[in-house]
């Protein structure tokens, strides 16, 4: 019994001497997790901006006020940390890191660092100071950038002439935009490099590429007024537009006597660029950003369907003094009737008691949509500045259907929409217009179906020669369309007067707010900028 005893006693000390001997072994045999799981944990959460995360990595409990600063302080949008390898004592390890910050328009930047870990409650924990965040960090001290801005580059037109300038007219600098003094929403939006009161573009060209003309400032990365890094700045890069100063000006005498708001947009139809922009009236722009119906020029676009749907200029029609489709009764303009006549001349005379049972029998809602799509009808703009989508919903009666084939109902269409349409017609192709060329389009070109172009060609020709616009004193070799388009409600409305078309490698539209007539009064307007082309 004794001996065994002895034996028993023997062991106990053995066990307790081998304890002894191991030093910190007892640490790694009892401790959960390794300083490399901990350290990569905490990298990620760091990476991803989830200071929760890493808040739950640290040995003592605490915020992480630095941490937030440096975010906001050096506009920090992303960070990547890279771990290197991990050295390991009995209780203590550090884990090397390289942090790259991305900074909102000012570049990256780069540091290297070290996160300290400990073991606590027997699981490797990081050992939190503000020199984890960086290594010359202090409690009190900030971070913070010093910038040195490049000269604004400038907005110019086709010819390489500036528009920026403040001494252009009311419709370029509307399109143009102005400088103005940034506000803290303005800094929030683009970066820290900016500063409250620092000029910013403000409304068109300005501010839609504002990252693109101010550049990027000389940046230094500053820590308690200490410099730890500097990034090279980059020179703004000047927005050339498509705009055509001789264009332009011929637009803004064709609409600057006008009385009522008229506004017009003229386009090159090989290109889609846009070559003149124009409001005689100031404040909304109209001629981008303007909603009408798109009256009788739309039978441009009914036409289109019909031609594609197997019609010729020459088959004959009739156009009477009044139709009812759909329960919908339907007129021409001043109640004229034609009787039979090539379907030619009924366009030439826009006669609506021809395209609407037309649209009827050969389109049918599908049909229409189809053909007001090719043109640019609900397809997104990206032309540089706001600007309304042409909108053709989906006709839902026969007699929306009938509506639509003239461009009432709940078609909306603006200057530029309506000018693109002349533009499509007269290359055979739908372009998405731009006012710079080096913008991306989000829609696709269009190509017109076979054989639309041509029988649209002499179908607009005549409009100007014997039809409607006949006494507008167009130039020779103009084809377009007129429109009078209803608008309001009561048994009397009021028209806007409306005109599309082109010339050679120009297109436009014009339309007169509340104008009356399209022959009458927006013609007129065209001609007026032809000639002065």
């Not at 990620?44 to 975010?71: I, S």
Request: with cysteine; net charge neutral; glycine share 12%.
């Amino acid at each position: 019994m004794a001996r065994g005893r002895t034996i028993a006693i023997v062991s106990g000390v053995t066990v307790l001497a081998v304890g002894a001997a191991a030093g910190g072994a007892y640490y790694v045999l009892h401790t959960r997790g390794t300083p490399a799981e901990t350290a990569q944990r905490f990298a990620a959460a760091w990476q991803a901006g989830d200071k929760t995360a890493m808040a739950a990595e640290l040995a003592t409990p605490q915020q992480l006020g630095a941490y937030d600063q440096q975010r906001t302080g050096l506009a920090v949008e992303s960070a990547s940390i890279k771990l290197g390898k991990i050295t390991q004592g009995d209780d203590r390890a550090s884990a090397p890191y390289t942090a790259t910050l991305t900074m909102k328009n000012v570049g990256t930047w780069s540091y290297q660092g070290q996160i300290d870990l400990m073991v606590a409650d027997r699981a490797w924990k990081v050992d939190w100071t503000p020199k984890t965040l960086h290594p010359s960090l202090t409690p009190n001290a900030q971070f913070a950038l010093k910038t040195r801005w490049p000269g604004r580059a400038e907005i110019t037109d086709a010819d390489g002439g500036r528009i920026d300038t403040g001494t252009v007219g009311g419709s370029v600098q509307q399109l143009v935009g102005y400088l103005d003094k940034a506000t803290k929403k303005d800094v929030a939006k683009l970066g820290s490099s900016y500063k409250v009161g620092q000029a910013v573009g403000r409304g068109g060209l300005q501010e839609t590429f504002q990252k693109r003309l101010a550049g990027t400032p000389a940046t230094e990365i500053q820590l308690g007024g200490k410099t730890l890094g500097t990034i090279d700045g980059k020179d703004g890069e000047p927005v050339q537009t498509s705009l055509d100063p001789g264009v332009q000006a011929a637009a803004v005498g064709a609409v600057k006597d006008m009385d009522k708001p008229t506004s017009m947009v003229a386009i090159k139809p090989s290109t889609g660029e846009i070559l003149a922009v124009v409001n005689n009236k100031g404040g909304f722009n109209r001629a981008l950003d303007g909603r009408y119906p798109p009256g009788s020029t739309f039978k441009a676009v009914t036409a289109i369907g019909l031609l594609a749907a197997g019609m010729s200029p020459q088959d004959q029609v009739t156009c009477p003094k009044n139709v009812n489709i759909g329960g919908l009764p339907i007129r021409n303009s001043d109640e004229e009737a034609f009787g039979p006549l090539s379907f030619l001349d009924s366009f030439a005379h826009s006669c609506n008691t021809t395209f609407a049972p037309l649209a009827e029998q050969k389109l049918g809602a599908d049909k229409l949509l189809e053909a007001a799509e090719e043109v640019g009808f609900n397809q997104p703009l990206n032309i540089g500045v706001p600007a309304a989508k042409a909108s053709f919903p989906k006709a839902q009666s026969d007699a929306e259907l009938a509506a639509e084939s003239f461009g009432q109902a709940r078609i909306t269409a603006s200057p530029l929409s309506m000018a693109s349409v002349a533009a499509a017609i007269a290359d055979g192709t739908w372009r998405p217009p731009t006012l710079v060329p080096s913008l991306k389009q989000k829609a696709d070109e269009r190509d017109l179906p076979d054989g639309v172009k041509s029988g649209l060609h002499s179908m607009m020709s005549a409009v100007v020669t014997k039809g409607t616009a006949k006494s507008a004193g167009l130039p020779s070799g103009t084809h377009g369309k007129t429109g009078t388009a209803e608008y309001g409600t009561g048994e009397k409305l009021d028209t806007h007067a409306w005109f599309m078309g082109f010339k050679g490698d120009v297109a436009f539209a014009v339309v007169v707010e509340g104008g009356g007539g399209g022959g009458k009064v927006a013609a007129p307007v065209a001609a007026t900028f032809l000639k002065g082309l």
